[in-house]
């Protein structure tokens, strides 16, 4: 048989690579939760009108998108993003009417697109909504928690922060229809994919990556001429409270989101380290997603981290650390050794669940399995051979400090142990 390979655009991730995400995705979880978040889970797959009903020109829609067929004949998507479903998620389990929930969630998202540095057909989102508040403090507050995932992380002085408003569905309207006219009148000048979008979704334009086009976006209508008061307050007083914390942004007039459903503040952290793909996280209000899709109405904010993106920076930074998480590593030379180092790692994890241990049973050499130890991270090596089986002892190396080795009871393997847990050796 043929070998068979992984999917175009979908990745698989190492024992390494996972061990990074896994420190990452703690970090992250643990200060939305400090912020009074929790976390919710709802499926890969939904009804594909999920999608579409409320984004009928965005891109994702109109060719990004897995759709199949189910075998009852229901059109179903893969979830091309997640705040849909999370809001159809609230909806569905009351979280909206009971209380302002706070949710963040984590997890793939596809979309059919071509496979480039920091894009990938299946990619993994970490992403906070808030639902039932109105107000320009949670826009404040989602920014702060954003921004302290960067301090967390050590590359606050690697990514800066943009903001925009986008006004209410009436200065849209309007400002979308001055866009159109101004863009039509240099249509010969568009390139096809502009050209695509001034008939489907011309605000989309504006975040166009190509030189040229931004060169005549120069000259373009802003959306900041056709915003009401009620629009220009809150973003003021968004931009007040920011200036008090001391957080750096900038205004981006141009900057818009992907999807169809945003409203008012817009925000997007962005890096120069990646290239094209320089958007690390964006977020922003969409009031009237909740009622769209059948709830009663509903003010809502949230926003996206793409965690490829941000393990590409951390990774360029040489901000990615890996933290171990072996402290045991049995040495076995013998069938005999290894039964009875299962045996004893047992009782050494009945001592102190937390441990993690793990013994080779492959009866190799004694370099060859001393190397693996070391390159396991583990910190503690414990052997066991011929002359520790005769003697009912286990010879104990501390890998860390690269002490000399000791012969021990079992008893004084597990003092050893828990003292080396009290001074950090473990």
Request: hydrophobic share 35%.
């Amino acid at each position: 048989m043929a070998k068979i390979q992984t999917i175009r655009g979908m990745n698989d991730l190492s024992p390494l690579e996972v061990k990074s995400w896994s420190h990452l995705e703690k970090v992250l979880k643990s200060i939305v939760s400090s912020y009074g978040y929790q976390e919710i889970r709802f499926p890969i797959v939904e009804k594909s009108e999920l999608f579409t009903r409320s984004n009928e020109a965005a891109d994702i829609v109109t060719k990004e998108m897995y759709v199949f067929q189910d075998k009852g004949g229901e059109s179903v998507a893969l979830r091309p993003e997640g705040t849909a479903g999370c809001v159809r998620a609230a909806i569905d389990n009351d979280l909206i009417r009971t209380d302002k929930a706070r949710l963040w969630y984590s997890g793939p998202m596809f979309r059919y697109e071509r496979p480039q540095k920091g894009r990938s057909r299946q990619f993994h989102q970490f992403s906070a909504e808030v639902f039932g508040l109105n107000s320009p403090e949670v826009d404040a507050e989602l920014i702060f928690m954003t921004a302290r995932f960067w301090k967390e992380l050590g590359i606050e002085n690697e990514v800066r922060l943009e903001i925009n408003n986008l006004g209410d569905e009436k200065a849209r309207k309007y400002f979308s229809e001055s866009l159109v006219d101004f863009l039509s009148s240099k249509k010969n000048d568009l390139d096809e994919d502009s050209k695509r979008k001034l008939l489907e979704n011309p605000l989309r334009i504006l975040d166009s990556k190509s030189i040229e086009i931004q060169d005549i976006l120069k000259d373009a209508p802003s959306i900041e001429d056709f915003l009401d008061e009620s629009s220009r307050s809150h973003l003021d007083k968004l931009l007040n409270i920011l200036d008090q914390a001391k957080i750096d942004y900038s205004l981006n007039p141009r900057l818009v989101r992907g999807l169809d459903y945003y409203n008012h503040t817009v925000f997007e952290w962005k890096t120069d380290l990646l290239g094209s793909q320089d958007t690390i996280l964006g977020g922003g209000r969409y009031d009237h997603l909740v009622e769209e899709l059948g709830g009663k109405p509903c003010p809502a904010v949230g926003f996206s981290l793409g965690l490829e993106r941000l393990v590409l920076l951390l990774t360029e930074t040489n901000k990615l650390h890996i933290r171990e998480d072996l402290d045991i590593y049995f040495i076995c030379l013998s069938e005999e050794a290894a039964k009875r180092a299962i045996i004893i790692a047992e009782e050494l994890r009945d001592s102190n669940p937390s441990l993690s241990i793990k013994s080779n049973l492959g009866l190799e050499s004694p370099s060859s399995q001393f190397k693996k130890a070391d390159k396991s991270g583990a910190k503690i090596a414990l052997i066991i051979g011929e002359e520790e089986l005769l003697n009912d002892e286990i010879s104990f190396k501390d890998l860390r400090i690269k002490s000399e080795q000791k012969k021990l009871s079992l008893e004084e393997v597990k003092s050893e142990i828990s003292n080396s847990i009290t001074n950090n050796h473990v």
